[in-house]
T-cell receptor, first 113, second 113 residues
Framework: DGGITQSPKYLFRKEGQNVTLSCEQN?????MYWYRQDPGQGLRLIYY???????QKGDIAEGYSVSREKKESFPLTVTSAQKNPTAFYLC????????????FGPGTRLTVT | AQSVTQPDIHITVSEGASLELRCNYS??????LFWYVQSPGQGLQLLLK??????LVQGIKGFEAEFKRSQSSFNLRKPSVHWSDAAEYFC???????????FGTGTRLTIIP
């Protein structure tokens, strides 16, 4: 079955540590996205990539970094510079263009203490 | 810049009753409109989408939405809700020339017996 996988489902880290969230898709989609979800704030775009080896900042990129070395993979690193990293993180992918819906992974809940 | 407003944070509906979730948007050109549903701790699933043509669109799980250009609205409806419809619902808008979707803050739906 085609889809998007995110791992792990739950992640716990100590403050000051960098952590990388995994996102893999086998839908052959060119575009991939990372969102952060906090209660009452909807989805906020962190980074997106329309093609391998290229990515753009979203609305809340500070404290995050990404890479897109393969079409299937778009890992997100939450760095120690992110002030409030505890959140639910969602990865999505789509075909190119705004008319195509985004397909979402199951999410990773990150807790930093 | 495009924006999406979901004025209702939380709605409670009796099982079997009808449902309407509101979505208003602002955009610069032809909008591409989506409704997604999210169960707790899960990713988002597409319910339906509108690009052009018939302004009443049918989606999965018995949902429909109507695009009203004059009111800048894309409200989601269901004639008779089921307990399994309890979830959070997000409206999103995209537009030509912009690879990003803008999401509303969501409406949480509670179903009572």
């Amino acid at each position: 079955d085609g889809g998007i996988t995110q791992s792990p489902k739950y992640l716990f880290r100590k403050e000051g540590q960098n952590v990388t969230l995994s996102c893999e898709q086998n839908l052959n989609h060119d575009a991939m996205y990372w969102y952060r979800q906090d209660p009452g704030q909807g989805l906020r775009l962190i980074y997106y990539s329309q093609i391998v080896n290229d990515f753009q900042k979203g609305d809340i990129a500070e404290g995050y970094s990404v890479s897109r070395e393969k079409k299937e993979s778009f890992p997100l690193t939450v760095t120690s510079a992110q002030k409030n990293p505890t959140a639910f993180y969602l990865c999505a992918s789509s075909r190119q263009g705004p008319s195509y819906e985004q397909y979402f992974g199951p999410g990773t809940r990150l807790t930093v203490t | 810049a495009q924006s999406v407003t979901q004025p209702d944070i939380h709605i409670t509906v009796s099982e079997g009753a009808s449902l309407e979730l509101r979505c208003n948007y602002s955009y610069g050109a032809t909008p591409y409109l989506f409704w997604y549903v999210q169960s707790p701790g899960q990713g988002l699933q597409l319910l339906l989408k509108y690009f052009s043509g018939d302004t009443l669109v049918q989606g999965i799980k018995g949902f429909e939405a109507e695009f009203k250009r004059s009111q800048s609205s894309f409200n989601l409806r269901k004639p008779s809700v089921h307990w399994s419809d309890a979830a959070e619902y997000f409206c999103a808008v995209g537009e030509l020339g912009n690879e990003k979707l803008t999401f509303g803050t969501g409406t949480r739906l509670t179903i009572i017996p």
